[in-house]
């Protein structure tokens, strides 16, 4: 059984910290490209960053460089989102995504809340 699950959201002040972790079981983490999306009320989900299988190439959204950094512990089975100077306009769900293209498979996390406020 395919399962990605979220942790690590939560409250935070404006310029705080968070680290996000997605745990993967059920299907070869090692192959997949995994993402962070975000999306806020009212919004559609947009990709906030993406790292590929072997963890050398990074992408990340205008919005997010030099604050966001994503990462993955392939011998963990987990993706990280390190989000500092965070914003109010950070605050959104994320989720996880694990995107192998050539065989057309996508999976989802149920998603994290982030909250900034102060």
């Known amino acids: 059984q395919v399962q990605l699950v979220e942790s690590g959201g939560g409250l935070v002040q404006p310029g705080g910290s968070l680290r996000l972790s997605c745990a993967a079981s059920?299907?070869?983490?090692?192959?997949?490209?995994m993402s962070w999306y975000r999306q806020a009320p009212g919004k559609e989900r947009e990709l906030v960053a993406r790292?590929?299988?072997?963890?050398?190439?990074?992408n990340y959204a205008d919005s997010v460089k030099g604050r966001f950094t994503i990462s993955r512990d392939n011998a963990k089975n987990t993706a990280y989102l390190q989000m500092n100077s965070l914003k109010p306009e950070d605050t959104a769900v994320y989720y996880c995504?694990?995107?192998?293209?050539?065989?057309?498979?996508?999976?989802w996390g149920q998603g994290t809340q982030v909250t900034v406020s102060s």
């Open positions: 790292i590929i299988s072997g963890g050398s190439i990074t």
């Open positions: 995504n694990a995107l192998r293209e050539l065989f057309g498979r996508s999976y």
């Open positions: 059920g299907f070869t983490f090692s192959s997949y490209a």
